[in-house]
């Protein structure tokens, strides 16, 4: 199968952020990372636990906003808070701003006391980012998104979390940042965003001029991997057969 997509290799490279986590509530939250956690669930971890986004666990792995046909569980929009407090939870979130530290903003832009743009608000983030293991999707990397430092922190990167105390800083967990040019942790110099790897046809400087910080940039990054043919055929005919996810990353 040919003609693989930048949408393709974001969906697998969410997908890979979440094979390693075992048995745990994969919690995405935007188009592309559901799709990438379905994708885990049907190929790298067949215990990751998911639900419709809504109220109930799923036993099956529908296609995107597609009715789930096996239900195994219960879990309204309460209990997801019990979930977050135990911590058996990887979170995907998206990221208006994050920042050289991981820091994550979806609350406001500017200065906090008169803000220009009002967003979501901070939410679910700083108990996401003390409590669970949390990833980004930012589908349109760019340096008004990759900024030094944040307007108003949202979520918690580690830096900050372990200025705040054992308390925020012992469940912190800033896992990866998947953006529609590279794969990126928090592990860098000083709990700095470290590049991990360059989407196909993309290019490390093409990468530092998108950025507003420094990166740390190892000697020798290699490329995300291309989606496997038996996750090309799970993206394209069982997921997504719609197209969906070119609406987040477009065609090249």
């Given amino acids: 199968m040919t003609d693989v997509t930048r949408a393709d290799v974001c969906a697998a490279a969410i997908a890979d952020a979440f094979k390693d986590d075992g048995e745990i509530f994969g919690s995405p939250m935007g188009l ?3 799709l990438g956690v379905r994708l885990a669930k049907l190929t790298t971890n067949p215990d990751l636990v998911i639900s419709d986004g809504e109220s109930l666990f799923l036993a099956g792995v529908p296609p995107l906003f597609a009715k789930g046909d096996v239900v195994e569980g219960w879990i309204p929009f309460r209990k997801v808070f019990d979930v977050v407090a135990y911590g058996k939870r ?14 994550q903003n979806i609350s406001a832009i500017g200065d906090w006391a008169r803000p220009k743009r009002q967003l979501l608000g901070s ?3 700083p108990g996401n980012t003390v409590n669970n293991r949390t990833s980004y999707w930012v589908p349109k990397h760019s340096t008004r998104v990759f900024v ?18 054992p308390a925020a800083a012992r469940y912190n967990d800033i896992h990866r940042i998947v953006s529609n040019l590279g794969v990126f942790d928090v592990k ?12 196909p046809g993309v290019t490390v400087d093409k990468v530092r001029e998108a950025t507003g ?31 969906l996810r070119f609406k987040e990353v477009p065609h090249e």
């Fill in 32 to 34: 592309l990372p559901m």
């Fill in 90 to 103: 990887h979170v995907m979130m998206g990221a208006t701003q994050v920042d050289k530290h991981g820091n």
């Fill in 123 to 125: 939410r679910g983030a």
């Fill in 148 to 165: 030094e430092r944040v307007d108003i922190v949202s979520g918690v990167g580690p830096q900050l979390a372990k200025e705040a105390g």
């Fill in 188 to 199: 860098g110099a000083d709990d700095s965003v470290r590049l991990l790897s360059v989407h």
């Fill in 213 to 243: 910080f420094e990166l740390d940039v190892p000697a020798d990054v290699p490329t995300t991997r291309e989606p496997t043919t038996e996750e090309l055929i799970l993206i394209r005919e069982v997921l997504d057969p719609k197209g």
